[in-house]
T-cell receptor, first 113, second 113 residues
């Protein structure tokens, strides 16, 4: 499973876009990129995932670099409810560590009113 | 409502007293996992199961047991708890590996004195 590197913390103002970066330079060709977030006193929740192409859903967008060694989670308009720890992770679809999600320290996102 | 449930949510126990934390999912998911979360160490996988009767060790399996006799249930067993197992525990499930999102339970806060 690929090691991921994220900034320890980021800050944003409410209603502004937020770009959360993640490096996964050892990712292999069949590894999926997943993002999760953990709100205070809750379990992690799924945000978005992708393989090669950029992805959009109701929560966020995921931009994946052409070489797949990095990705960026985009929150288009941050709200106070988006304040959380955001985890970038990768997961294998075959071979050893099949299906395993390895979570790093994540990025603490603070949203200011 | 699709969900992962854990019981109990809070537990204080003494060293050496066997305990079981239950986990159940109602989404017919094949893949289930247990994680522990500790300050500064993030989320670490304890055990995972790819299907009924198929389990394997994660990153920190020492001192824990699991079983998967039914698809929906994945209990975590501490045969002889010790204080270093004081932690926040999360159960998670997903349809399969790789491209599927993972759903987490609400967490069980365990204190071993």
């Amino acid at each position: 499973d690929a090691k991921t590197t994220q900034p320890n913390s980021m800050e944003s103002n409410e209603e502004e876009p937020v770009h959360l970066p993640c490096n996964h330079s050892t990712i292999s060709g069949t590894d999926y990129i997943h993002w999760y977030r953990q709100l205070p006193s809750q379990g992690p929740e799924y945000v978005i995932h992708g393989l090669t192409s950029n992805v959009n859903n109701r929560m966020a967008s995921l931009a994946i670099a052409e070489d797949r060694k990095s990705s960026t989670l985009i929150l288009h308009r941050a709200t106070l409810r988006d304040a959380a720890v955001y985890y970038c992770t990768t997961t294998r679809t075959g071979g050893t560590s099949y299906g395993k999600l390895t979570f790093g320290q994540g990025t603490i996102l603070t949203v200011h009113p | 409502e699709a969900q992962v449930t854990q019981n109990p949510r809070y537990l204080i126990t003494v060293t050496g007293k066997k305990l079981t934390v239950t986990c159940s999912q109602n989404m017919n998911h094949e893949y289930m996992s247990w994680y522990r979360q500790d300050p500064g160490l993030g989320l670490r996988q304890i055990y995972y199961s790819m299907n009924v009767e198929v389990t394997d060790k994660g990153d920190v399996p020492e001192g824990y047991k699991v079983s998967r006799k039914e698809k929906r249930n994945f209990p975590l067993i501490l045969e002889s708890p010790s204080p270093n197992q004081t932690s926040l525990y999360f159960c998670a499930s997903r349809m399969g590996a790789g491209l599927y999102e993972q759903y987490f339970g609400p967490g069980t806060r365990l204190t071993v004195t």
